[in-house]
C-alpha cells in the first residue's frame, strides 16, 4: 500500500517537470537566440555557458520524467511494485548528480554574468516578458530587473523542489519500519538531498560573491581572473593579511588558485601545487610553489586560523579534483593536504627549467620522484629527480639541429648532472657507455663511431672531466693501427704502444699525440729496431736494428721524398742466431703499464659499491644496467622507456644473491657458487666479469692479435681473478652485516696471508673465469709459439710415417717394454708395418688435453697419461713397474707424437703460466717439464732435451737413422 508522502512526491514531480518545461521555453530558449554572436572570446563562452546550461536542465528534466514514471507505477500497482523501485531511492546518486552539474551550469553562469548580457541584446523583448515570469516566481517585486528576474527563474524552482525533496523523504523514512528493506533507501536518499541542499546554497553565495568580485577589479585584473571555474572563498579585505617578501595589495583565494594583486600584476598560483608550513607565533604561516615561497600573516589569530583553515580544505579539493560534497569542510575533519601529489607544471623563472612543463610527482614544491621534463625546443628529460633536480636514472632527448636527430643519454643523475653509469646514443650515430661526473665523461668508458663512419674508431678506457685520460685503448680502422697506452686532455701523451694491422710493433713515449724520444720497433718477421722515429712513427736518427737470423746493423736512419728508407752504419755480422725463446721473450709494455693501474676505472665503482655495503641506490650508477640499445633516436615519447631490468627486482636480487653467497662458504659449495655468480650478468661479479671480458677483447682481439702481447694479456687475467675474489670478499663481509656477524679470526688471517690468497684465486676463480679470457689469450700464446709449433708440427708429420716398432726402436726404447701383444696382425702384415697400435690407451688420454680450457684439469689429464704408460709398461712386463727418466722420455714421445697434437708449445705455455703455483716443484711441475722445452737430466744425450724439443728435431734425425728399414716399406 502505498502511503501519503508518496502521492505527495508524485505531485512535486508532476508540478516540478512542468515548471521545467516551461522555464525552457520562457527562459533558456530566448536565452540562447539572444545570446551575443561568437565573434568574441567573451561572447564564444557565454553561449557556451549557455548551451551548457541548456543541456543540464533537458537532462535535469529527462530524470524527473523518469522520477515520475517509477512513481506512477508504483501506485498503480503497489502490491507488486515494491519501494525500492523508486527512482529516488535506488537511483539517488545518479540524480544527485545531474542536480550538481544543473547546480554547476547555473553557478557558471552568474559567475560571467551571462544572464545580463544576452538580456541586454533583447531588452524590448524581455521587458514584455516580465510579468509571464513574475507569474512563474513568487516573492519577486514589481521593480526587479530582468537579469534579476532571469536569475530567479532559474534558481527558485530548484530550491523550492530540493527543499521539498527533502521535507517529504524525511516524512517517509519515519513511516518505513526499521528493519524494512527499503528504510536504508530512503534514509540514504533523505541524506543526500539534505547535503545537496546545503551544497547548491553554498555554491550559489560564492557565485554570486565572485560575480560581485569582478567590479572591485580593474578591466586587466577582471580580464586576467573572470573564468567560469573560478570561485572566491576568502579575500583580505574581509580578512586582512599581508605578504612577504611580494608586498601583495590584496589577496583572494579561490577553489582553484591563490591569487596576489600587486599594481597591474597578477600573480597566480595553481593550489594543487601550493604547500603550508604553519608559523610559530600563532599569526604566520609560510606557502611555498615551485618557484617561490611567500610569508601569510594575519591581524590575529583568528584571521590567521580563517585563512589557514581555508588554505589547507581549498587545496585538498583542488587535489581531489572536484568540489567538496556536501559544502567545503561541512561535517569533515580538517585534513592535511599530502606533502607528495602529481601535477602538471610550466616553469616561468630563468634557468634550467625556463619555459619547461614538468608532469609528475612533487614533494613541497619541488619535483621529487618519477617525472618528465619537456622544453619548448623538444628537449625531453624522462626519469627519477629528487629535491628539484633530476637524481636517479632518467632519460634526456636533445634535440640537433638537423632535423629528426637527437642525442639519447639513458644515464644516472646527481643533483641535476650526469654521474655514475651511461649509455648515451649521439645523433651522429656515436656511441658512448661508460661512466660520466658532473655531466662529463669520467671514470671508465668505451666510445665508438658509427659503424659507416668516414673515419671509425673505438676509444676503450678512462676518462677525465671529459677527455680521454690514464690507461686507453684506441682502434684506427682507418689506419689499421691500435693504441695501447697513456693518454691526456684527449690526446696520447705517456708510455704507449701501437700495433699495426701489418705486424709492426712500435713501443715509447707519446707527447701532445706525438712518439718522442727513443722507442723500438718489432716487425712481423722479429727485426728489431732501437732508436728514434719523427711523429709518423718513420725511423728517423741514431738507431739499432737487430735482423732476425742475429746480424746488427748500427748507424743513422732517415728517409726522403721517393727515396724510401735509407742509412748509414756498420753491418755486424758476426753474431750467431738467436734462440726462438729469446725472442719470444720481446713482449711489449710489460714495465711500461703495471697491470695493477691498468684497470682501475673498471674495479673502482664495483669495489665502491660493495664497501658501501651494496646499496640499493648506488647499485645500477656504479654497476651499470641493462637496457635496449637502439641507434635509431626517435622523437616519440615511447622511445624514453627504458627495457632495463627494474631496480626492485635487482636488488631483491642480490639480497637473495647474499644470502645463498652464506649458504656456501665451503669450498665444493663455494666453486659452485662462483660458478653460478660469474655466468650471471646480473649478479656485480658476473656483471664485472663482463665488463673485464670487454676491456680484453678491445686490446687483444682483432689488430691486438700480436704475439708480443702475450705477457701483457696473461698479466690481465691473473689480476681480474685476483680483483674478483677480491669483489667476492667484499660481498661476503656484506651479507655478514647483514646478519649482524663478521669474519672469524681465522678468515681474518686468511684473508691478510698473501699467500694463503694466491691459492685461492688460482684454486678456485682462475679456472672458472680462464674460459671467458681464452679465445683471445690462446690466440695470442698461438701466434707467439708458432715457429717452435711449425717444427714440432713438421716433427709429428714425420714421426706419424714410421711405424710402431721402428719408431720404438728409432726412439731407443727398450725391447722389453714394447708392448707387441697390442699389435694385433691381419694378413700379409708385419709388426714393421703396424701403426698407432701401441699405448693406445695413453695416446687416447693425451689427445684429452684439448677438451678443457682448465690448466689444472690438462694437467690431470697430462698425469693420467703417464700413469696409461706405466700401466702399459707394467702389463707387458707382467708386474708394477716404475720408468726411470730415460725409459719414460723415449715412450712419452712415442705417446705425444702418436696424439698428434696441434700447437702443443702453444699449450704446454699456457699451461705453464697459468697453472696454480701449488703445484710449482711438484708432481704436476715435474711432469709438465718432462713436455715443455728445456732440459732434464744429463743422463744421455736424448734425455737432456724435453719431449717437445725432441720432436721438433726428428724430421732432421730420421733422415740420419741407421736404416734397417725403406721407406718405401711405409705402406
Keep these: 500500500m502505498c502511503s501519503p508522502e508518496e502521492a505527495a512526491l508524485l505531485r512535486l514531480e508532476e508540478v516540478f517537470s512542468a515548471t521545467l518545461a516551461r522555464v525552457n521555453s520562457l527562459v533558456l530558449q530566448p536565452l540562447l537566440s539572444a545570446a551575443p554572436e561568437p565573434s568574441e572570446p567573451q561572447s564564444r563562452e557565454c553561449l557556451r555557458l549557455l548551451q551548457q546550461l541548456h543541456k543540464s536542465s533537458q537532462q535535469l528534466w529527462e530524470v524527473t520524467e523518469e522520477s515520475l ?52 541584446r533583447r531588452s524590448e523583448f524581455w521587458r514584455g516578458q516580465l510579468k509571464a515570469l513574475r507569474q512563474l516566481l513568487s516573492g519577486v517585486g514589481s521593480k526587479g530587473s530582468v537579469g534579476t528576474a532571469l536569475i530567479q527563474a532559474l534558481r527558485q524552482p530548484l530550491t523550492h523542489h530540493v527543499q521539498q525533496y527533502v521535507l517529504l523523504l524525511l516524512s517517509l523514512a519515519d513511516t518505513v519500519p526499521e528493519r524494512h528493506p527499503a528504510r536504508e533507501l530512503v534514509v540514504n536518499a533523505a541524506t543526500l538531498f539534505g547535503n545537496l541542499q546545503s551544497f547548491m546554497r553554498q555554491a550559489l553565495d560564492q557565485a554570486v560573491a565572485t560575480q560581485a568580485l569582478w ?3 580593474s578591466s586587466r585584473q577582471r580580464d586576467a581572473l573572470c573564468t567560469p571555474a573560478h570561485r572566491l572563498l576568502q579575500d583580505s579585505q574581509d580578512v586582512p593579511v599581508t605578504v612577504t617578501p611580494l608586498r601583495a595589495e590584496r589577496v583572494m583565494l579561490f577553489d582553484d588558485a591563490l591569487v596576489l594583486l600587486q599594481g597591474h600584476s597578477v600573480h597566480t598560483f595553481d593550489l594543487k601545487l601550493v604547500w603550508m608550513d604553519p608559523g610559530q607565533d600563532g599569526c604566520t604561516f609560510h606557502l611555498l610553489t615551485p618557484e617561490e615561497e611567500f610569508s601569510f600573516r594575519a591581524q590575529d589569530p583568528q584571521g590567521h586560523a580563517v585563512w589557514l583553515w581555508k588554505v589547507t580544505q581549498a587545496v585538498c579539493q583542488a587535489l581531489r579534483g572536484k568540489k567538496d560534497f ?48 619537456k622544453w619548448p625546443d623538444g628537449q625531453n628529460h624522462v626519469g627519477d629527480f629528487r629535491q628539484g633536480l633530476e637524481h636517479g636514472f632518467g632519460i634526456r632527448l636533445m634535440p640537433q ?64 672531466k671529459g677527455q680521454r685520460s690514464g690507461y686507453g685503448i684506441q682502434d684506427d680502422s682507418d689506419r689499421g693501427e691500435r693504441y695501447i697506452g697513456m693518454w691526456q686532455a684527449d690526446q696520447r701523451h705517456g708510455r704507449g704502444v701501437v700495433v699495426t694491422q701489418a705486424g709492426v710493433c ?6 701532445a699525440d706525438k712518439m718522442v724520444g727513443p722507442g723500438i720497433l718489432l716487425s712481423e718477421d722479429d727485426s728489431l729496431y732501437e732508436g728514434t722515429f719523427t711523429k709518423d712513427l718513420t725511423l728517423m736518427g741514431k738507431g739499432k736494428v737487430t735482423f732476425p737470423n742475429g746480424f746488427t746493423l748500427e748507424g743513422s736512419f732517415g728517409s726522403g721524398a721517393g727515396r724510401g728508407l735509407h742509412t748509414q752504419g756498420v753491418l755486424d755480422t758476426s753474431a750467431l742466431p738467436p734462440d726462438l725463446s729469446s725472442i719470444c721473450k720481446r713482449q711489449l709494455g710489460l714495465g711500461a703499464f703495471p697491470v695493477e693501474n691498468r684497470w682501475q676505472g673498471v674495479y673502482g665503482p664495483f669495489r665502491d659499491f660493495v664497501s658501501a655495503g651494496c646499496p640499493r641506490d648506488l647499485q645500477e650508477a656504479l654497476l651499470g644496467f641493462h637496457v635496449q640499445s637502439s641507434r635509431e633516436l626517435r622523437k616519440s615519447q615511447d622511445y624514453l622507456c627504458c627495457g632495463r631490468t627494474q631496480p626492485e627486482d635487482s636488488v631483491g636480487r642480490i639480497k637473495d644473491s647474499l644470502e645463498e653467497l652464506l649458504r656456501h662458504r665451503e669450498p665444493e659449495a663455494l666453486q659452485q657458487y662462483l660458478r653460478k655468480a660469474l655466468s650471471n650478468s646480473l649478479h656485480p661479479l658476473g656483471k664485472l666479469l663482463q665488463r673485464l671480458m670487454l676491456t680484453f677483447q678491445a686490446t687483444y682481439a682483432g689488430v691486438g692479435a700480436n704475439k708480443h702481447l702475450q705477457g701483457l694479456a696473461q698479466e690481465e687475467v691473473k689480476q681480474h681473478a685476483q680483483e674478483l675474489w677480491a669483489t667476492y670478499r667484499g660481498l661476503l663481509r656484506v651479507a655478514l652485516q647483514h646478519k649482524g656477524q663478521a669474519l672469524d679470526k681465522e678468515e681474518e688471517e686468511e684473508e691478510e696471508d698473501a699467500e694463503t690468497r694466491d691459492l685461492h684465486v688460482h684454486g678456485l676463480v682462475l679456472p672458472l673465469v680462464l674460459p671467458s ?10 701466434l707467439l709459439h708458432e715457429r717452435e709449433d711449425s717444427l714440432y708440427s713438421q716433427g709429428i708429420t714425420s714421426l706419424s710415417l714410421v711405424p710402431d716398432t721402428k719408431l720404438l726402436e728409432f726412439l731407443e726404447v727398450q725391447k722389453h717394454l714394447w708392448p707387441l701383444k697390442d699389435l694385433t696382425l691381419t694378413t700379409n702384415q708385419r709388426y714393421s708395418l703396424v701403426r698407432d697400435k701401441c699405448f693406445l690407451s695413453a695416446t687416447e688420454c693425451l689427445q684429452k688435453i684439448m677438451t678443457t680450457v682448465d690448466p689444472q684439469e690438462k694437467l690431470e689429464v697430462l698425469e693420467r697419461t703417464y700413469g696409461e704408460i706405466e700401466a702399459t709398461v707394467s702389463r707387458v712386463l707382467g708386474r708394477d713397474h716404475k720408468l726411470p727418466m730415460d725409459d719414460l722420455l723415449p715412450l712419452l714421445i712415442y705417446v705425444v707424437s ?50 717437445y724439443e725432441h720432436i721438433q728435431k726428428e724430421d732432421m734425425r730420421l733422415h740420419r737413422f741407421p736404416g734397417h728399414w725403406d721407406s718405401r716399406e711405409l705402406w
Design 69 to 120: 514514471h517509477s512513481l506512477r507505477e508504483r501506485l498503480r500497482r503497489p502490491d507488486s511494485t515494491g519501494l525500492e523501485s523508486l527512482l529516488l531511492l535506488r537511483g539517488a546518486d545518479h540524480v544527485l548528480q545531474v542536480y550538481t552539474e544543473y547546480i554547476e551550469s547555473y553557478t557558471s553562469c552568474i559567475v560571467v554574468q551571462a544572464f545580463q548580457k544576452a538580456a541586454k
Design 215 to 217: 567590479h572591485s577589479l
Design 326 to 373: 556536501p559544502v567545503l569542510g561541512a561535517g569533515l575533519e580538517p585534513s592535511e593536504p599530502p606533502a607528495c601529489r602529481s601535477v602538471g607544471y610550466t616553469f616561468r623563472a630563468e634557468g634550467r627549467f625556463c619555459q619547461a612543463t614538468y608532469e609528475g610527482e612533487w614533494c613541497r614544491g619541488r619535483p621529487h620522484g618519477k617525472g618528465t621534463l
Design 401 to 464: 639541429a638537423s632535423e629528426d636527430r637527437f642525442d639519447c643519454y639513458k644515464c644516472h643523475w646527481r643533483e641535476g648532472t650526469m654521474s655514475g653509469y651511461g649509455i648515451c646514443e649521439y645523433g651522429t650515430e656515436e656511441v658512448y657507455k661508460g661512466y660520466f661526473q658532473e655531466g662529463l665523461r669520467h671514470g671508465f668508458g668505451v666510445f665508438e663511431s658509427a659503424p659507416l663512419a668516414a673515419q671509425p674508431f673505438r676509444y676503450t678506457g678512462h676518462w677525465e
Design 506 to 511: 712500435y713501443q715509447g713515449t707519446f707527447h
Design 773 to 782: 679470457f681464452y679465445s683471445e689469450l690462446f690466440t695470442l700464446y698461438l
Design 898 to 947: 702418436r696424439a698428434r697434437i696441434q700447437h702443443l708449445g702453444a699449450e704446454i705455455h699456457l699451461i705453464r703460466d697459468m697453472m696454480d703455483p701449488i703445484h710449482t716443484g711438484g708432481l704436476y711441475d715435474f711432469l709438465l717439464t718432462a713436455l715443455e722445452v728445456g732440459q732434464l737430466a744429463p743422463a744421455s744425450p736424448l734425455s737432456r732435451q724435453s719431449c
